[in-house]
């Protein structure tokens, strides 16, 4: 590791190779947690290549517990975290906004990094017991449309650098393979980024793939459709730049759509906006964002319909009584 940190101290950088085998040995505890610690701050100092990235997908991949779900045909929305901005949980709202929509959703998801709650968070606070038994999981699709991937016990590996990761505290190029390593693969995503020069990396190596994808940033640095901003959106179609007014008819302020300061606080805002009690400001973000990622794995559905659609399964309370109905599941699958 000596050799590799000089090497990237000099402004050099990875091949795919090197990447993939550095990653894989510190999976394997071959680094001690101050050089693990000195590697991930690189990427904090200088941007990550696309042979970088792909190496390191390539090897979060091969050390990864995989899971077949394809029958279901699901979407992943996911986002890489590390915006610092600490929203609610727009993402894992949407999620059961989408299932109800009748669109299955493999949802990947950890703890929070740089929010106090992420989707794992909030997830557990209610008392959904994660598991990576496939039978288990596909009960819950069979049932609910939708079940959560919680990302450490598909990559067992990285039980190494998680407590690195937690002590640093902030975002790391962990957070940037975050969506790309779903193990179960899905074939449609709508993935949320925290910087534009990530997006369009994504974009080129999702590009390589069969995928459907929707890739977005808001220009004020929010890794979700925010409607605080304009946001880049990317896909086979094409990069372009959508305003909050030309999407949803109105723009946000930033204390419109904050998560609360505990879990607890957190899990109180998921559970009102769940239930269609939400503000007009948090009902109209979790639509943007659930219905861009509808329209994700229904491309002939215009946009415009598919964010109706998000909003009627919302407020009419059916992503409620899904999230309801897997918790039922759960615990009666996984107890």
């Known amino acids: 590791m000596k050799d590799i940190l000089n090497h990237l101290f000099e402004h050099k950088t990875l091949s795919q190779a090197e990447a993939r085998e550095v990653l894989q040995n510190m999976a394997q505890g071959h680094y001690n947690p101050a050089q693990m610690a000195a590697f991930m701050t690189v990427y904090l100092m200088r941007s990550i290549t696309v042979e970088e990235l792909e190496g390191f997908r390539e090897a979060m991949l091969s050390l990864c517990i995989a899971i077949d779900l394809s029958d279901y045909h699901p979407v992943d929305l996911c986002g890489t975290g590390g915006d610092g901005k600490n929203t609610f949980n727009i993402s894992t709202v949407a999620s059961f906004v989408v299932a109800a929509a009748g669109v299955s959703v493999a949802k990947h998801g950890n703890y929070g990094v740089s929010s106090i709650s992420g989707s794992s968070s909030v997830m557990e606070y209610f008392g959904y017991q994660f598991t990576n038994d496939e039978a288990h999981l596909r009960a ?82 929010y890794d979700e459709i925010s409607l605080t901003d304009g946001f880049k959106h990317l896909s086979q179609q094409g990069e372009a730049l959508i305003t909050p007014e030309n999407l949803m008819g109105v723009r946000l302020q930033t204390h419109d759509i904050l998560g609360g300061d505990t879990v607890e606080a957190s899990a109180d805002i998921f559970a009102k906006v769940l239930q269609g009690k939400g503000t007009s400001a948090q009902n109209a973000v979790v639509s943007a964002n659930a219905g861009m990622a509808i329209h994700c794995a229904k491309p002939n559905l215009p946009v415009a319909e598919a964010i109706q659609l998000a909003h009627e399964k919302l407020v009419s309370g059916e992503a409620w009584q899904r999230f309801q109905r897997l918790m039922a599941i759960n615990q009666k699958s996984v107890a």
């Not at 990302?151 to 962990?174: C, D, N, Q, S, Y």
Request: aromatic share 10%; net charge positive; glycine share 6%.
């Open 140 to 221: 819950m699709m069979d049932e609910c449309g939708l079940c959560f991937l919680h990302a450490p016990l598909f990559h067992p590996a990285m039980k190494t650098v998680a407590p690195i990761r937690k002590e640093l505290g902030v975002k790391t190029f962990f957070n940037m393979l975050g969506p790309m390593v779903n193990p179960a693969s899905p074939r449609s995503q709508m993935v949320g980024v925290f910087s534009l020069e990530l997006a369009r990396l994504y974009a080129y190596l999702f590009q390589k793939t069969d995928k459907q994808f929707s890739i977005v940033h808001s220009l004020d640095g």
